[in-house]
């Protein structure tokens, strides 16, 4: 149970436990694959869930090591951010097409602190002119739905109303469930069900969101591909975003990456639940191994 726990705050919150090497698993059969071997079975699916931990700079390595080898002249390749907000599209799409500063884009974008770890990948997007999506709700809505639920949605102008998903969900499922385990553990003091249901309202409605984003980017651009980068929570399991995606699109075929530490990375052996958090397992060696304890 510790374990468990100490996973899924991770899954929030991002660590800074983490060195070096990664090592991708095929989920299914646990086979290794080298990231040209991943690339290619990548190409056979609809939209890439790049599960991540905020600010870990082996799977920001990956990121910008995997994209170059996804681009292709058969197909249309879209990138999709949670880190950028749906208001931030205007500004997003004018820094691709040089028509602001980057000191410009990243300051009217409200762009994570983090930059430098998407700066590559918005780099690229911009030399090979590719479509970005700000796919996130803004943070002042999904901070005011922690605070009151969904209910001011309704006396929202229409302009400001298209910002956030037009179908917000909050499902009673296992990802429900991890999300109270985690915000339960990570208080001092037991929390109130009401907070914890308004909580998670605000999380599904980033989930909603997003998935509404990539939905939209993809009539928009019928047989495109999106890799979608997001925190971890989000995509794992194939639950939270991935799981409104799927249902809005089941004809999609959808790949998950999710990161997992592990004490001898070289050793390890997937069990089945771990093997359930992914299409595939981006395996990271753990730092300090007394954490867990």
Sequence with gaps: MKKILYLSLLLLLGTKLLIGETIILNSETGVRLALPELAKDLSNYDVIFFGEWHGEKPLHHLQRELLPELLSSERKLMLSFEMWERQSQEYVDAFLADKISEEEFVKLSEAWPNYEDYQPLIHFAKK?????????????????????????????PPEERALIAAKLSAPEDDYRKAFFQTMGAMSAHPMKAESLQRMYEAQCMKDDTMAESIFLALKENPGAQVLHFNGDFHSRNFLGTVSRLQSAMPELKIAVLSPLLAEDIQAFKLDKQEASAGTYIVLMPRADQEEEK
């Design 128 to 156: 090979h002119k590719l479509q970005v999506v700000a796919a996130n709700v803004p943070r002042p809505y999904a901070n005011r739905a922690s605070k009151e639920g969904w209910g001011f949605t309704k006396e929202l």
